[in-house]
């Protein structure tokens, strides 16, 4: 039964890891665009929420009224005033303006918050949990992976059912192509960035409730969402999801074994799987 347990608590944590990649899923599969600063983006978001706890009084779940559409807007201007003027051919540039991002970023919290860890409280919600038999499973782990479910399953409708979803498909296989079908580019790779932004602004909120976070630990979470969109395959929404469940699962078990094996265990997974299957589970363009 223990072993039941902790397989449910690493299943339920691989939802946030996939909340994490998700982000990143979308940059690869539509622009072909690595951010090296997801993670400070997450920590920016949490930090966000921060503010709007203690400057409104707000919850940190309430706080998402307000800190998905201010990263959205934030994704958009980056998009559309900096990063589109990198992409192209070469991969270099895009590495490098969002590396020069992640200093910014890391360093302006540091200066605004200082280095002391924070956390946001939900309250009752947090400790309270649901019973199955001999298993207790947390109600805040289970909301986590239920968002990721449902964030992932609206993407996916976006992309096929919608006309912004055809567009955005068929920029992502051949830009030029679209551009002389009458497709703006650029608006559309802002409006990428937005939702990306806005996936990592619920992640960074859930990442807050769950856990302390401090301006140095977007790197650690960046880690992870590669790990997790990597093993799922590059630009796949629902390998993204199998990829944060299997990473968390994997971490899940290296801690029961022995607690100082938790992080080793998801990383070695990675190895594992990225020598047996290179291009990851289920490697498609964008889906």
């Known amino acids: 039964m223990d072993w039941l347990n902790t397989l449910i608590q690493g299943v339920l944590l691989g939802g946030l890891y996939a909340m994490f990649a998700v982000g990143l899923s979308l940059m690869f599969g539509i622009m072909r665009l690595v951010n090296i600063a997801h993670g400070d983006f997450i920590v920016l978001a949490a930090y966000l929420a921060l503010v709007l706890c203690n400057g409104l009084g707000l919850s940190p779940l309430a706080s998402l009224v307000l800190v998905v559409p201010a990263m959205f807007g934030l994704g958009y201007l980056l998009q559309r005033l900096l990063l589109n003027r990198t992409l192209g051919g070469d991969i270099l540039p895009p590495l490098l303006v969002t590396f020069g991002l992640s200093v910014i970023v890391q360093n302006a919290l540091l200066a605004g918050f200082s280095a002391d860890s924070r956390k946001l409280s939900?309250?009752?919600?947090?400790?309270?949990?649901?019973?199955?038999?001999?298993?207790?499973?947390?109600?805040?782990?289970?909301?986590?992976?239920?968002?990721?479910?449902?964030?992932?399953?609206?993407?996916?409708?976006?992309?096929?059912?919608?006309?912004?979803?055809?567009?955005?498909?068929?920029?992502?296989?051949?830009?030029?192509?679209?551009?002389?079908?009458?497709?703006?580019?650029?608006?559309?790779?802002?409006?990428?960035?937005?939702?990306?932004?806005?996936?990592?602004?619920?992640?960074?909120?859930?990442?807050?409730?769950?856990?302390?976070?401090?301006?140095?630990?977007?790197?650690?979470?960046?880690?992870?969402?590669?790990?997790?969109?990597?093993?799922?395959?590059?630009?796949?929404?629902?390998?993204?999801?199998?990829?944060?469940?299997?990473?968390?699962?994997?971490?899940?078990?290296?801690?029961?074994?022995?607690?100082?094996?938790?992080?080793?265990?998801?990383?070695?997974m990675f190895l594992l799987i990225l020598l047996v299957r290179p291009r990851g589970l289920f490697p498609r363009s964008v889906d």
Do not use: K
Request: with cysteine; hydrophobic share 55%.
């Open 122 to 268: 939900q309250g009752a919600l947090e400790v309270a949990s649901v019973s199955v038999g001999e298993i207790s499973v947390g109600v805040m782990p289970l909301l986590v992976f239920g968002c990721a479910l449902l964030v992932i399953g609206g993407l996916q409708l976006l992309f096929y059912r919608t006309a912004l979803g055809r567009a955005l498909r068929a920029t992502s296989d051949d830009p030029q192509t679209a551009r002389l079908m009458g497709i703006d580019n650029s608006q559309l790779f802002g409006l990428a960035m937005g939702l990306a932004m806005a996936v990592v602004s619920i992640a960074g909120v859930f990442l807050a409730i769950r856990t302390s976070f401090d301006p140095a630990i977007g790197p650690g979470r960046l880690l992870y969402g590669f790990e997790a969109v990597i093993i799922g395959g590059l630009g796949s929404l629902w390998g993204t999801l199998a990829g944060g469940v299997i990473l968390g699962v994997a971490q899940a078990v290296g801690a029961r074994i022995d607690p100082g094996w938790q992080i080793l265990a998801g990383h070695l």
